[in-house]
């Protein structure tokens, strides 16, 4: 199975920092990765797709990048909706499976 | 609006089975391929079965920790994927989501999910 690794776990930011979070793959995905967002009681919602592309209605102030096996998703500039936990996924090989999440906290 | 909404979650007992709903609209089924992801308590997301579209002859893939016990099925005439669960284990007390994969050529991310459906396992 491809592992993926997410840091870090926790991230304490301010509204308007600058904020990365890494997903790490054991092995190449190519660029079958997407992140997306989970707030509290609620259902995962897709921001970046394919590593890089923005989903549709997704402010832009979200981007990915990578390939291979290192990806990044990068909030430009905190705002108080990103809150919330992000999880990175591949679409590569099955299983499919899940980074472990990085909760994003009020610092 | 596309829309996913999962039934059928409950209290079972360890050893038991349920039978999950996921009823679909706004879309036509038989052109989407459907996953099953699930997330217990506190803890992330678990991938656990797919369905392949009609194209692809809704052919079916499963996580080690669920094949030969759950069983992902489909009715495209009744907007409706299922999933049905054998021989539940305590530790799979979780929120259940059925989610739809992308046909936008080239991708392959969960367009779209449902609110989720509460399994709990319990003596």
């Known amino acids: 199975d491809i592992q993926m690794t997410q840091s870090p776990s926790t991230l304490s930011a301010s509204v308007g920092d600058r904020v990365t979070i890494t997903c790490r793959a054991s092995?190449?995905?190519?660029?079958?990765l997407t992140w997306y967002q989970q707030k509290p009681g609620k259902a995962p919602k897709v921001l970046i797709y394919k590593a890089s592309n923005l989903e549709s209605g997704v402010p832009s102030r979200f981007s990915g990048s990578g390939s291979g096996t290192e990806f990044t998703l990068t909030i430009s500039s905190l705002q108080p909706d990103d809150f919330a936990t992000y999880y990175c996924?591949?679409?590569?090989?099955?299983?499919?499976?899940f980074g472990g999440g990085t909760k994003v906290e009020v610092q | 609006e596309v829309q996913l909404v999962e039934s059928g979650g409950g209290l079972v007992q360890p050893g038991g089975s349920l039978r999950l709903s996921c009823a679909t609209s706004g879309f036509v089924l038989s052109d989407y391929y459907i996953d099953w992801v699930r997330q217990a308590p506190g803890m992330g997301l678990e991938w656990l079965a797919r369905?392949?579209?009609?194209?692809?002859?809704?052919?079916?893939e499963y996580a080690a920790s669920v094949k030969g016990r759950f069983t992902i099925s489909r009715d495209d005439s009744r907007s409706s994927v299922y999933l049905q669960m054998n021989s539940l284990k305590t530790e799979e007390t979780a929120i259940y989501y059925c989610?739809?994969?992308?046909?936008?050529?080239?991708?392959?991310?969960?367009?779209?999910w449902g609110q989720g459906t509460v399994v709990t396992v319990s003596s």
């Open positions: 092995q190449s995905i190519n660029s079958l």
């Open positions: 989610s739809r994969r992308s046909e936008i050529s080239g991708t392959y991310h969960f367009d779209h």
């Open positions: 369905t392949r579209n009609k194209a692809n002859g809704y052919s079916t």
């Open positions: 996924q591949q679409h590569e090989t099955y299983p499919l499976t």
